[in-house]
């Protein structure tokens, strides 16, 4: 019963910022590795930020870089995904993923097993 739950989505200006949360039941999140993906319609599903919770190591998506940071809490078994200077090409449903970190050869979404529903961001004045 391995679950994944995002939150923090919603509507936001340009240049505007949002939270999102990634809290993990069913397993411990101090020994995986964490993804965010987003997906616009007709797109591909693309990674956006990655981190190891045991050791904080992270990684960035191109587009994304110096505007979001991902962080852990492994006491509340939550990764944030803190987003700030929005474009509205970020616009797109925001998935997390988790896998055992040694299975994750990069921060694309083939590498990841386990996946949350999805949550909106939408980017727009």
């Known amino acids: 019963q391995v679950q994944l739950v995002e939150s923090g989505g919603g509507l936001v200006q340009p240049g505007g910022s949002l939270r999102l949360s990634c809290t993990a039941s069913?397993?411990?999140?101090?020994?995986?590795?964490i993804g965010w993906f987003r997906q616009a319609p007709g797109k591909e599903r693309e990674g956006v930020s990655c981190?190891?919770?045991?050791?904080?190591?992270?990684s960035y998506g191109d587009s994304v870089k110096g505007r979001f940071t991902v962080s852990a809490d492994n006491s509340k078994n939550t990764v944030y995904l803190q987003m700030n200077s929005l474009e509205p090409e970020d616009t797109a449903v925001y998935y997390c993923?988790?896998?055992?970190?040694?299975?994750?050869?990069?921060?694309?979404?083939?590498?990841?097993?386990?996946w949350g529903q999805g949550t909106q961001v939408t980017v727009s004045s």
């Open positions: 993923a988790a896998d055992r970190p040694w299975l994750v050869e990069s921060c694309t979404p083939r590498y990841f097993n386990s």
């Open positions: 069913g397993f411990r999140l101090d020994y995986y590795a």
């Open positions: 981190i190891s919770s045991s050791d904080g190591v992270t």
